[in-house]
């Protein structure tokens, strides 16, 4: 029973968006998420760390959703910045049981047991989205309560934070959300986002005593990492 992370799919069956335009690592990409999602098994847990459809709408990502669907076990989902069918959790709710898909949960505002941690998370924010505004600092605090709010839900458990955004970059540490890993105990965080000539500027290993890594598919040559095994 493994827990494995992978975010930024990107996938584009139901708008038309291939990332294959970028050549490099994403030419036949679907192919290579297919394979290396393969050795996840009906008694494993997924986290998708954001960015998985370019579909506008619940409606628009349905054949991505049923790829998805596809990925056997738990699949728990958090938002990326280019989700913008995210919606409720109660309309996912009501989607996912109208097109038959199973053992998907949003991570928004909650966290999810796995053996005797705790899986927690939310978005994050970014320095390309700098808090230049009214309207982006008010988003900024949301993500902030909505990551305590995950953490809090934890409790005692040993607690294991997915994001879309990375907290720490080069040249760029997000501290607000830095300080609520150290809060809280962290020691993993899981992100996505970066891809291409970004992988360079990526901060992994142990950094203030949280090990980061960074997930996103074209990273990971579109195979999940594994966080427990």
Not at 124 to 133: K, L, N, T
Not at 199 to 228: C, I, N, Q
């Amino acid at each position: 029973m493994a827990l494995y992370a992978i975010g930024d799919l990107h996938l584009c069956l139901g708008a038309p968006k291939p990332m294959d335009i970028f050549g490099g690592a994403w030419v036949g990409y679907m192919d290579k998420l297919k394979e290396g999602l393969s050795v996840i098994t009906e008694a494993d847990t997924t986290v998708l760390c954001g960015d998985l459809s370019w579909a506008l709408s619940l409606e628009e990502s349905k054949a991505d959703f049923a790829f998805i669907n596809e990925i056997p076990g738990r699949k728990i989902i958090l938002k990326g910045n280019h989700d913008y069918w995210w919606s409720t959790a109660a309309k996912f709710n009501k989607f996912c049981s109208e097109n038959g898909f199973e053992n998907m949960h949003l991570l928004n505002n909650n966290c999810f047991e796995y053996e005797d941690m705790a899986i927690c998370g939310t978005r994050g924010w970014f320095f390309e989205e700098e808090r230049s505004g009214e309207h982006d600092e008010k988003v900024f605090k949301r993500e902030l309560l909505r990551l305590e709010a995950s953490l809090k839900a934890a409790g005692e458990k040993r607690k294991i934070v997915f994001l879309h955004y990375p907290p720490r970059y080069k040249g760029y540490t997000c501290q607000e959300i830095l300080d609520l890993l150290t809060k809280y105990e962290v020691r993993q965080c899981y992100y996505g986002h970066l891809h291409g000539p970004s992988h360079k500027l990526a901060m992994e290993g142990l950094w203030d005593g949280v090990d980061f890594k960074l997930a996103a598919a074209d990273y990971v040559d579109f195979k999940p990492v594994t966080v427990v095994k």
